[in-house]
Every structure is written in structure tokens, then in C-alpha cells.
């Protein structure tokens, strides 16, 4: 950060800066530090918001972390579009904490209810939000 301002400064004193230009600087810099000690700065990066609208107009819920960033809505025209992992038996789930999962699809009448990870009986299957009525527990997708 020193070295910026060091360049600032002689840039100013060598004319090659205008006063205006540097004003713009430091404004910018004394925005991006208020925006990133608030936490838009880690939000902003995890997904656009071309992003966000792109997975609205397929269907799915805009995801902020985790393994995918378009969750698979049960009202989605075309469920095939939010498959993970360039494996179509895998889909992007919402998590009941929110975040996104990469998760195996199976029938709806072999996979556990739940209300958040720890009723899952087996350590790899998350909770997630699916069309069976109610979270159910699901395993991760298998790497091919």
C-alpha cells in the first residue's frame, strides 16, 4: 500500500498526475475499504449478479458458497440444466444452511428426512432442500 501512495506522491510532484486523478484515487481506495469492511467484498465475489440472473432464468435458486452456485428448484422447466460435475445422475442442491451441494439423485422413497446435517445417518450425506416434500439426506456425487 506504501509503494501506491510513494507513486502517488511523486507523480503529483512530477506534474505527471492531476490533482483531480488523485482525489479519484483516494476516493476509490476510501470506498473499496469501507465496502470490504462491511462484507460486500466477499459476496461480490462469490457470484456475479449476471450470474444470479442466469440461474433465475433457468429456473434455479442463486447460490452465494459451496460446490455449485445454481440450486435446482422443483418448479424448474428443465432440471437436466443443473447437473454437476458433468455427470447427469448429480445436481446442484441447496443445503439447508444455504449453500450449494453437488448431490447424487435418487427416488425420494430412499433417502432419509432430516432438518440439518447431523440427522443424516451416514458423515458424507448432506441435508438438502429436494422435491420430495422435505429435506432429505443425500450422498455426494462420485468423481467418474
Not at 24 to 33: F, I, M, Q
Not at 53 to 80: E, F, I
Not at 98 to 107: A, D, K, W
Request: charged residues 25%; contains cysteine; negative net charge.
Amino acid at each position: 500500500m506504501f509503494e501506491d501512495l510513494d507513486e502517488l506522491a511523486r507523480g503529483l510532484a512530477e506534474n505527471d498526475i492531476s490533482r483531480r486523478q488523485a482525489l479519484k484515487w483516494a476516493g476509490y481506495s476510501v470506498l473499496g475499504a469501507s465496502l470490504s469492511s462491511m462484507g460486500f467484498a466477499d459476496t461480490a465475489e462469490a457470484l456475479s449478479r449476471k450470474a444470479r440472473r442466469r440461474c433465475r432464468r433457468k429456473g434455479g435458486t442463486p447460490l452465494a458458497a459451496g460446490d455449485c452456485h445454481c440450486g435446482l428448484n422443483c418448479d424448474a422447466p428443465d432440471p437436466t440444466k443443473f447437473a454437476c460435475q458433468d455427470n447427469p445422475n448429480c445436481r446442484c442442491f441447496q443445503t439447508t444452511d444455504g449453500s450449494g451441494f453437488c448431490g447424487s439423485l435418487q427416488n425420494c422413497n430412499v433417502l432419509q428426512s432430516c432438518t440439518e446435517n447431523a440427522d443424516c445417518e451416514f458423515g458424507s450425506e448432506v441435508c438438502v432442500q429436494t422435491c420430495c416434500g422435505s429435506p432429505r439426506c443425500v450422498s455426494p456425487c462420485l468423481s467418474d
